[in-house]
Structures are given as C-alpha cells and as structure tokens.
C-alpha cells in the first residue's frame, strides 16, 4: 500500500509575560521555509524531525510525500495575530491542494500562544480535521513543555512527546509516531488517547533521579499489552493558559479503559515526585562561593532565568556583573544577546580594544548595562551553535575579553545550548574556572561531560523560578505550586 503523507511544522513556545512580541521575523530569525524547501541536510533537525520521517520513508517505502512550510520561531512573547494566522493558512492552503492523503505529520511545540488564540496547535489542528475528514491519520510531534488541550486530542490521532529532557530523542519520537500513523493508516491498530491531569506544574529534568527511574518504568510499559506509546506532559510554567500543567497520555491499540487507568496511575506517581527532578538553585553570591571552593573546573553556573529557550531576552548582567565586582578570573559567560554591541565590537574589528556597553538593554528584569573596556577576540558572521545534530543560528557574534573574562555576545537571541558556543571563538572552556550558561537544562547535554560541578544560580529574570511572581490570569486551579495538593 502506497501511503500518500503530509508534513509540516508550526510551532513556538510562548512565555505569556516575555517582553519580546513575537512576529513574522522572529520565524525567519530560527527557521522558516517555503513548502518543499527543507532539504535532505535538514531532515532530522530539532523542530523538522517528522518532516524527516517521512522523506527518509519516501527512499525506503515508496510513501509520496508533500512537505508543506516549515516555521518555528525562539521563545518569547505571545505571536502576533496576524503572524499566526499568515503561517497557520499557509500550512493549511498547502495542505488543502495536496488532499487527498492518507497521513498528516506535524511537527509543533504544544506551548504556542497568540493574540487571540490560546491554543494554537488546537486550533491548526481542528482545522486539519476539518480538511481531511475523519479517516485520515494525524499525528503530531510535541515538546514535553507543551500545554496538551481536549482541542489537540479530539482532532488527532496519535500525539507523540519527547521524552527526554535535554530533548535529545526528537528523531526516535518522530520515528515512533510515523510508524503508529503508518499501522493506524493501513488499519492495523486504533490508537486511543487517554490522558491524566495531575494538578501539578513542575520541570522535570531526566538528566537525574528521580526521573531516570520513572522514564525506565514508563518505558517498560510500552510495546507490552496494547501499550502502543506513554508521553509526559511536563507543561510550560511560564504559559498562561487555562490547560497549564503535568499529564501523564497514554496511547494503546483500542483499549481506552486499561488507558486511563495506566494514565493515572502514572500520573499519581509523577505527582508524588513534585519538587523534586530539578536541582538545587542557590543565590548569585552562593553560587560563585561553591563554585570558587570547587577543586578544579569548569564549574558550570546555570543562569536559568535568562534563558532564551524559555522566552528571557538573555541579555541579563547580574550574574557577570556580581563576576567583576569580586574580581574572578578565568570565567566565560555567555552568549549574551546584545546586537548593538555585537555591531560595535565587529566594526572595530578583531584585535581592537573599544568602549563598549553590555547586556541590560532589553527590559527592568534585563539588570543594569554594564560598561566595560574591551578587546575583541573574534568576531564570526551568521555563526551557529549545535543541540544534539541540530544547527541553531547565533547571527553575527563576537566574543570580547576583560583579562581572563571572556564574554560571547550574539544578534540573534537564544539559549546556551553547545559546547561550541565558545570554543568557535577560540575560548578554551578546560582553562575556565567558571563557566555560566544562560540557559535552564538543554546544555547539559554538551556541557555536562565537561564540567567539574554544575550549579543552578537563582538570579532575577524573566524565567524566574517563582511562579508566585507572575501575573497569571487564566489558570485552572487548584494547581500546585500556587496551591497545596
């Protein structure tokens, strides 16, 4: 049987209260393409992996593929109503002339929020269904930090998430969800969805125990007795949403009771772990101490407040600022997202020393510019970092010194993600006493091997750690943290 399948991605994560509005060149800034433009070099990227599914199928099964527009935009505030609308028919249009098929793939974030629509994957895939009737087989690739809605589930068919967090299992999710939309396609298996809400919101980090053994034991499960597929639903804390929080979905071949009650089961299980997957955070002043006292290095300070990934500007100083103040040497921060002083500093040129303001450029939660005399190590044009064989764009950056301080700054905003953030521009991170990263886990996945000690430093910024800060609106309560279990 020939399989005619559709793939497209669409997809962003909204932090509700970031100060950076999300428009049509925060997608051209990440990844946005053209219907059939993703090329095969691109096929398993982060945010392309289904799209990559399904062409590697077209080689070795003869499925006929259409690869509609391809767009994701880093974190921020929520999308503009026009932007979401232009890319949401544009996926749709493609899709519409390609009917009729036997398969949809999406790739999505699940977090993506925009004026006016609260659910966006709800409601690009309602209007999927709508399309292709109830026949055709719609899977859809998610992030764990999603909000999973009624609206995403009653219009699909199969929902696969990562499971791993750094998400370094994209390409084995996607591998798993074209296989269950090709069996349910040629009638082998009804996938059924059940989902259990835990009351909970927390971030679960599957670097470290608890969840290394709770992912082992969910992992048991699958494969076994109508067991097609388990997902964690960690949910997005920073999405004000009506859907926010922790599910446990349980996927099986036609069996919806034994579904629900393994979802549950799961999910009271995972609940019992709140507060306990995420390491210990410790003030700026306590963080360098532990770090100083540390034999050895790098230790790696995670500034996790100012993580990009997370919908931070990543221009923050109170970290760096708190490095100067005391006078400690051998330190590389970074990447600070500073496309004024990136321009500056390239102007002047490599080898040069300049003036230059830093940092706290962006809104009251940014700390204050820091001034500094610089030199200028290295500048690189339209350089990338790497995430798990996944190229992201940096934008022109360069990296600049204060004696043994060195600082990489970039022009297009984004979390610390790989090693080669730094070693590009010629910084040796095994001379560093201390490393800080503006990121919240994804770069353990890189630096971890490297690092003598990792630290997780609780500095002000727009991810902040204390949900009780935030104006949320919308929630369904009670959700814990706000509220007692």
Not at 349 to 364: D, P, W, Y
């Amino acid at each position: 049987m020939t399989l005619k399948v559709y793939s497209a991605t669409l997809g962003t994560e909204t932090h509700s209260f970031s100060p950076i509005p999300t428009d049509m060149d925060s997608f051209r800034e990440t990844l946005l393409l053209r219907p059939g433009e993703l090329a095969e070099s691109g096929m398993f990227q982060l945010f392309t992996s289904p799209q990559g599914a399904a062409m590697q199928r077209a080689k070795t099964q003869g499925w006929d593929v259409v690869i509609g527009p391809t767009a994701f935009a880093m974190p921020s505030g929520p999308v503009n109503r026009s932007t979401y609308e232009q890319l949401r028919n544009d996926l749709l249009d493609c899709l519409s002339s390609s009917l009729p098929v036997d398969i949809v793939l999406l790739c999505m974030h699940g977090a993506m929020i925009a004026q006016g629509y609260d659910d966006c994957e709800g409601d690009v895939l309602a209007r999927v269904r709508a399309l292709v009737g109830p026949d055709v087989a719609i899977g859809v690739e998610l992030d764990p930090h999603c909000h999973l809605t009624e609206e995403m589930t009653v219009n699909s068919d199969v929902i696969v998430i990562f499971k791993e967090y750094p998400h370094t299992d994209y390409r084995e999710r996607a591998e798993e969800l074209a296989e269950m939309t090709a069996s349910m396609a040629r009638g082998e298996i009804k996938p059924l969805m059940s989902v259990f809400k835990c009351g909970i919101v927390d971030l679960f980090y599957t670097t470290r125990e608890p969840m290394l053994s709770f992912l082992s034991k969910v992992r048991e499960f699958e494969g076994k007795d109508g067991v097609l597929s388990i997902s964690i639903v960690h949910g997005f804390p920073w999405g004000d949403v009506p859907d926010l929080g922790t599910k446990v979905l349980v996927i099986t071949n036609g069996e919806g009771g034994k579904g629900a009650a393994l979802a549950e089961e799961l999910g009271r299980e995972l609940r019992e772990l709140r507060g306990k997957c995420r390491g210990e955070r410790m003030g700026i002043a306590d963080g360098l101490d532990q770090a100083l006292a540390t034999e050895g290095g790098p230790v790696v300070l995670s500034d996790g407040a100012d993580n990009a990934g997370g919908g931070a500007p990543g221009d923050s100083t109170y970290i760096l600022e708190a490095i100067l103040n005391r006078g400690i040497d051998n330190v590389a921060v970074g990447i600070i997202w500073d496309p004024m002083a990136v321009q500056l500093a390239s102007k002047a040129g490599e080898g040069s020393q300049i003036a230059l303001r830093i940092g706290g450029k962006t809104c009251a939660l940014s700390g204050n510019p820091i001034d500094l005399n610089v030199a200028v190590k290295r500048v690189i044009r339209d350089s990338v970092q790497t995430f798990a064989g996944t190229k992201v764009p940096m934008g022109d950056s360069v990296a600049v010194s204060v004696g043994s301080v060195d600082m990489v700054l970039s022009s297009i905003r984004g979390q610390t993600l790989g090693t080669d953030a730094f070693t590009q521009f010629g910084i040796d991170l095994r001379t560093k006493k201390i490393v800080v990263v503006k990121s919240m886990h994804h770069f353990h996945d890189s630096f971890g091997p490297i690092a003598k000690r990792v630290i997780c430093v609780d500095a002000p910024g727009v991810v902040a750690a204390d949900l009780s800060s935030l104006p949320f609106k919308k929630l369904s309560w009670p959700l814990w943290p706000f509220d007692e279990i």
